[in-house]
Antibody, heavy 120, light 110 residues
Framework: QVQLQESGPGLVKPSETLSLTCSVS?????????WDWIRQSPGKGLEWIGS????????YYNPSLKSRVTISGDTSNNQFSLKVTSMTAADTAVYYC????????????WGLGTLVTVSS | QSVLPQPPSVSAAPGQRVTISCSGS????????VSWYHHLPGTAPKLLIYDNNKRPSGIPDRFSGSKSGTSATLAITGLQTGDEATYFCGMWDSSLNSVVFGAGTRLTVL
């Protein structure tokens, strides 16, 4: 059974950098999958942040967030991470990690999500 | 952030059939595969339909997906109270070079 679990701070100050980690079990991040981050701000729809392919072969980002986002992989611990710089209140959201299969862009496993609040 | 329109809510009685729509354009639904998800607060979203109309293992055939032009539809038959949740669509958008999602539809089983 594939499981993903997000971890990281629940509170970040404005202008700081958010760092989140997704721990994966039941599947290797080096397998032929994409490992994605998605978020949902309060009262808004889901927003795709970006993805990592095969543990770090390459990464892809939402053009609207690309300048502030980095996704990287740690194959030794079977984890992948998200960094978002220059956080503002608009970045307050539930952040999900998910596994995506192939080129047809569907997510077959998701984490529970972690709420990140940006506030001083 | 681009979010595709879905009806905010739908409702139906147990045993009945309900459909949930997702409206898009040629750059997303029209030329890319659609997936559908079930979500309850505090839980992980669950894949119901992928590649427009395929069900993952373990998803009952009460759930079906279809696509016509730039609209996609999720149909649920034989409604059960346990089906109460938010349902959202997702797909790639070739113009935005990004995955996009529907706004989500809250299903109430009366």
């Amino acid at each position: 059974q594939v499981q993903l679990q997000e971890s990281g701070p629940g509170l970040v100050k404005p202008s700081e950098t958010l760092s989140l980690t997704c721990s994966v079990s039941g599947s290797s991040i080096s397998d032929n999958y994409y490992w994605d981050w998605i978020r949902q701000s309060p009262g808004k729809g889901l927003e795709w942040i970006g993805s990592l392919y095969r543990g770090g072969v390459t990464s892809y980002y939402n053009p609207s967030l690309k300048s502030r986002v980095t996704i990287s992989g740690d194959t030794s611990n079977n984890q992948f991470s998200l960094k978002v710089t220059s956080m503002t209140a608009a970045d307050t959201a539930v952040y999900y990690c998910a596994r995506r299969k192939g080129a047809t862009f569907f997510f077959d496993y998701w984490g529970l999500g972690t709420l990140v609040t940006v506030s001083s | 952030q681009s979010v595709l329109p879905q009806p905010p809510s739908v409702s139906a009685a147990p045993g009945q059939r309900v459909t949930i729509s997702c409206s898009g354009s040629d750059s997303n639904i029209g030329n890319n595969y659609v997936s559908w998800y079930h979500h309850l607060p505090g839980t992980a979203p669950k894949l119901l339909i992928y590649d427009n109309n395929k069900r993952p293992s373990g998803i009952p055939d009460r759930f079906s997906g279809s696509k016509s032009g730039t609209s996609a539809t999720l149909a649920i038959t034989g409604l059960q109270t346990g089906d109460e949740a938010t349902y959202f669509c997702g797909m790639w958008d070739s113009s935005l070079n990004s995955v996009v999602f529907g706004a989500g539809t809250r299903l109430t089983v009366l």
